[in-house]
């Protein structure tokens, strides 16, 4: 019979990974609390709309990449692709807007996307995102930036950049996308076959093209940032001397426009050293129209999001240390004869805040300890017919093979004064 495999473009993430999970998602959360966001979970899926409307028809993810599926009821629904969209409805269907504003959110999300693995991209992968709601103020632009940043440094992370731009608003980019259109018009014939294509549907994302050639082409083309409103200039400006003045390091770069179509004004997107835009580790911007396009009032917003295997995977890459795991992990280890007091000990280190757990399968004392030793065990503690008369169990240090022997009672104690 043939055996099962996770599906392609997903991974398992197993025991020897998780503690670099669980470092990103704690510093992650440390950095959103501290910054005023508090946590939101929205479910897996939402009705396909929510995204449709907010993305935009021609960006690939709506065409191409989401996982569309109707329900049992006849509903069309797709897997969240992204998470802004699905913390925005949750803003309106639970009047958030009656609440002081701006509302600060965060949320830790799986995102589904139909991607090709063979670009070394996942069909499910996790982020951690923030979303400031219901505020224009360009104080939110630079914070949000701020938070992503002092979150990647917090890692430990060297050698990142910030990359920001202004792709202006509803009343200024028309001027501009005609301006591109002019432009990109005369060029086309140098371009790849997909920016020839999306050419007529969205000018905006020839910039943003990783062929050689394209790039060369959009290294040229007009700025965004020449063709702002007076409002949009005055607000990116504002948002820069925010960025200055916390002394964050940034180039501006007038080909970022991020895949999807719901940015106004501030977008940014930050890096690791080498692979360039390929490799972003996050980004976001300001989406001062997303609310309308789910039927809300007009309601401004900005966010950003990072995805957490490009960081585990950086943090690994780059061979950074993670903090030392807490305590020491116990294996408890004894003669038939002190069995009962081994499991009894067992509970008590347990109930008692200790990591621990105790031999099993009626393997030799001598196997035992050869076990605690396989597993990485700091500890051992040794129960024979001597240390059940005595009440006096033996503890092994399994990095040396010092031994002494501790009181029961005290045994609890004395473990959680150790380091590890
Ligand atoms: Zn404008
Ligand atoms: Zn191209």
Redesign the pocket.
């Known amino acids: 019979m043939a055996t099962f495999k996770a599906p392609r473009g997903t991974a398992d993430a197993l025991p020897p990974d998780q503690p670099y999970w669980e470092f990103v998602r704690r510093q992650g959360e440390a950095i959103c609390r501290r910054y005023g966001y508090r946590r939101i979970d929205t479910p897996v899926f939402e009705e396909a709309g929510v995204f449709i409307r907010t993305i935009g028809q021609d960006t690939d993810i709506v065409e191409k990449e989401m996982y569309l599926f109707k329900d049992r009821g006849g509903k069309e629904m797709s897997l969240k692709p992204e998470g802004t969209a699905s913390v925005c409805r949750a803003y309106l269907e639970h009047g958030m807007s009656s609440l002081p504003q701006p509302v600060r959110l965060y949320y830790l999300s799986p995102v589904f996307r139909y991607e090709r693995p063979q670009a070394g991209r996942l069909r499910q992968h996790h982020q951690l995102g923030a979303e400031a709601l219901g505020e224009l103020d360009p104080a939110l632009d630079a914070e949000i930036i701020d938070l992503a940043w002092r979150f990647y440094l917090s890692l430990g992370l060297q050698g990142l950049s910030i990359q920001v731009n202004s792709l202006g608003c509803l009343k200024c980019r028309p001027a501009y996308r005609q301006a591109l259109v002019a432009y990109f018009a005369s060029r086309l014939g140098e371009?790849?076959p997909?920016?020839r294509s999306r050419f007529d549907r969205n000018p905006l994302r020839?910039l943003d093209?990783?062929?050689a050639?394209?790039i060369a082409v959009g290294d040229e083309a007009p700025r965004s940032t020449d063709h702002l409103c007076l409002e949009c200039g005055q607000h990116f400006a504002s948002v820069v001397r925010y960025l200055n003045l916390w002394e964050l390091t940034y180039n501006l770069d007038h080909r970022l426009v991020r895949g999807l179509d719901y940015y106004t004004r501030t977008v940014f997107e930050i890096q690791p050293p080498e692979g360039g835009s390929q490799s972003t580790i996050g980004g976001g911007g300001r989406y001062d129209d997303l609310m309308e396009e789910l039927g809300g009032r007009p309601t401004p917003g900005v966010g950003f999001a990072t995805g957490l295997e490009r960081i585990v995977s950086n943090l690994q890459r780059q061979g950074i240390a993670l903090p030392a795991a807490l305590g020491p992990r116990v294996y408890v280890c004894y003669l038939e004869e002190a069995r009962d007091e081994a499991f009894r000990l067992l509970a008590e280190l347990r109930h008692g805040g200790v990591e621990a757990v105790a031999a099993v399968g009626g393997r030799s004392l001598k196997s035992q300890l050869r076990q605690a030793d396989a597993q990485g065990m700091s500890r051992a503690i040794i129960l024979g017919g001597d240390e059940l008369k005595s009440g006096c169990p033996m503890v092994r240090d399994m990095s040396n093979g010092q031994q002494q022997s501790i009181p029961t009672g005290q045994l609890t104690a004395f473990l959680k004064g150790l380091s590890g």
Do not use: Q, V
């Open positions: 371009m790849c997909d920016c020839l093209c990783k062929n050639a394209c």
